[in-house]
């Protein structure tokens, strides 16, 4: 059964009163069908852009894209792009038409569309479906609207696109449209880094992304060249069984969806081509690999204009994923103090998922690590300056001033991370009394 939010179809009986046809088009019709709630909503009509402003007068109309026939019509809250039937002229730079023309016709406007489950069109009388995008979304399968070739040299953006659906929906790509997508993945270099930066991070953060990444390897070498070096490097250690590139895909599929890990997992061993290094038994070895994938991957992020939480969330795990922790109270809370208690489990996940992409699987080590954190961190420990049960005021009020204030509550958290004080108020004031004294007036270092 097709829904939708009711303020939508209120914007599409205006439109109808006045005379004009109109129609939910694309996403949020494939989302309808699927059953999902659309997360946006587009509108086809036959009104030109003065037309829609005139005819819905009664809502609130930002005029977005008037010379692409699109007005942005907000009705409580809720904005739906409403667009004039159109055709695209030609496309020289493989991202925009250098014209666009309006036509009465919805079949001329659905004829454009990228693949055939985006092509959909449906009104209060049912789905107009043209290129049968609704037996594909019942076979699960993504298929180009026409000729796949003309699609992507059109948009190159479309490939990227369909890789992302297809990863995000768990279909299979069409014959055609797949072979379209190795013939003209070079097409990407016209796309701009900010564009494929979003499509990507939506495909690996995909349910389905693991057979798409295996499948459109070469795509991902073009997009990520540091991964290409990566690809069918056979690793030569009894505890590995696939190749870096496949081994860094699995661990990846194991992690949870969140951008910083699967980005992490996909590039932790980027670093082992320029270390490998094979002994006299024929075993492989990869020594300080974690650090120069570190400094691979930081330039990378850097290249995709990820924010900077983001890089140095990817940095840290992949500097951090070999470190191997021992069972001990003291030894957990002190990482948990150096990497913060959100950093500490995506760390234990990547290496969980790192565990589980090899051959010996998961150790019982890291379910027992993650066990003592938690205990550990039912206790409420202190861990970080927040935390601690004096403050600045009061290494203020002792007669600590400027850098010696930082460097003194550093200390004093320092000493009860490792067990060596309590977190107590009126001990803490005794150790930081005796700080202030050692400082004295010259202010010197504890």
């Not at 692409?68 to 030609?90: A, K, Q, S, Y």
């Not at 992507?152 to 797949?178: K, M, P, V, Y």
């Not at 957990?332 to 913060?340: A, D, N, T």
């Amino acid at each position: 059964m097709f829904s939708c939010d009711s303020r939508v179809l209120d914007i599409l009986q205006t439109l109808h009163t006045a005379g004009f046809q109109a129609y939910l088009v694309g996403g949020c019709v494939r989302d309808a069908l699927l059953g999902t709630v659309p997360h946006d909503y587009d509108c086809a009509t036959s009104a030109l852009p003065d037309e829609i402003l005139s005819v819905c007068s009664q809502y609130h109309c930002i005029p977005t894209g008037v010379q692409h026939g699109t007005i942005t019509v907000i009705h409580d809250g809720l904005p739906v792009e409403v667009t004039t039937f159109r055709m695209d002229g030609d496309y020289h730079d493989h991202r925009h038409p250098e014209q666009v023309s309006f036509t009465p016709e919805l079949a001329h406007d659905l004829a454009r569309r990228d693949f055939t489950i985006n092509a959909m069109a449906w009104s209060e009388h049912g789905v107009v479906d043209l290129f049968g995008g609704q037996q594909d979304l019942e076979q699960k399968v993504l298929r180009c609207v026409g000729t796949p070739e003309q699609r992507f040299q059109e948009d190159a953006l479309r490939i990227l696109r369909g890789l992302r659906f297809a990863a995000q929906l768990g279909f299979s790509i069409h014959s055609d449209t797949a072979s379209a997508i190795h013939t003209c993945f070079p097409l990407l270099s016209y796309v701009s880094q900010e564009r494929i930066t979003t499509e990507f991070s939506k495909l690996i953060c995909g349910r389905f992304a693991e057979e798409i990444l295996l499948s459109y390897s070469d795509v991902v070498a073009f997009l990520l060249p540091e991964l290409a070096p990566t690809m069918n490097f056979q690793q030569h250690n009894p505890h590995h069984c696939y190749d870096i590139y496949t081994h860094s895909v699995k661990a990846m599929s194991h992690t949870s969806p969140k951008l910083h890990l699967r980005l992490a997992a996909l590039l932790h061993d980027i670093g082992k081509p320029d270390c490998f290094t094979m002994d006299e038994q024929g075993i492989g070895h990869f020594y300080q690999h974690a650090s120069l994938g570190a400094k691979q991957a930081d330039q990378l992020c850097q290249r995709l204009r990820l924010d900077n939480a983001t890089r140095s969330q990817v940095v840290t795990l992949i500097q951090s994923h070999g470190i191997v922790f021992s069972p001990t109270e003291k030894l957990i809370r002190r990482w948990l103090h150096r990497l913060g208690e959100d950093m500490f489990f995506d760390l234990l996940e990547l290496q969980e998922a790192d565990q589980s992409a090899c051959a010996d699987g998961l150790s019982e080590n890291l379910p027992n690590i993650r066990t003592l954190a938690t205990e550990i961190l039912a206790q409420k420990p202190c861990l970080t300056l927040k935390e601690l049960a004096v403050n600045g005021h009061d290494a203020i009020a002792l007669g600590l001033h400027g850098k010696a204030i930082g460097t003194a509550l550093s200390h004093l958290l320092h000493l009860v991370v490792e067990g060596e004080l309590p977190n107590e108020r009126t001990i803490l004031l005794d150790a930081l009394k005796k700080m202030a004294g050692e400082y004295g007036s010259t202010n010197k270092k504890v």
